[in-house]
């Protein structure tokens, strides 16, 4: 079974996900930047991440966007894992148009309104061997 990590400040957001996708996966959710990073041992276990784009900032951290977070989880883990970048504050098209732009690093992105199926199907896509990115 694949390992999900959500990083992601909105609770109810990170529940309806958790509870959506555990029959598939096991799923662990992050709500802070800061328990986030310092986890950086246990990150190493996980196969996706789903990445808000906005985040609070972490107190040791000043560049800590969804955007950062992408990057230092693809450079920091051992094995590259699917990261995809999700918000509620760009549309699906617009995230088809100026995802890869916003954050090249990023294996997908999500809006947040366009359902969880579509991310289900995504994720699925993403983790298919001989799949490394979804255009």
């Excluded at 390992?3 to 959506?20: G, V």
């Excluded at 995802?99 to 896509?125: N, R, T």
Aim: aromatic fraction near 10%; hydrophobic fraction near 45%.
């Amino acid at each position: 079974m694949y390992k999900l990590a959500i990083l992601d400040d909105d609770e109810d957001w990170c529940r309806i996900a958790q509870r959506f996708f555990k029959q598939e996966y096991t799923v662990a959710t992050y709500k802070s930047v800061s328990t986030f990073l310092w986890e950086l041992e246990v990150l190493k276990q996980y196969d996706l991440f789903l990445v808000d784009f906005v985040l609070p900032a972490a107190r040791h951290e000043l560049d800590t966007d969804g955007i950062a977070i992408v990057t230092a989880l693809k450079q920091r883990l051992p094995r590259s894992p699917v990261v995809i970048l999700v918000t509620a504050y760009m549309s699906k098209n617009e995230l088809e148009v100026h995802g890869k732009q916003i954050c090249p690093d990023a294996d997908g992105f999500f809006a947040k309104d366009a359902g969880l199926e579509i991310l289900a199907d995504q994720i699925k896509q993403l983790l298919t061997p001989g799949t490394t990115e979804l255009h």
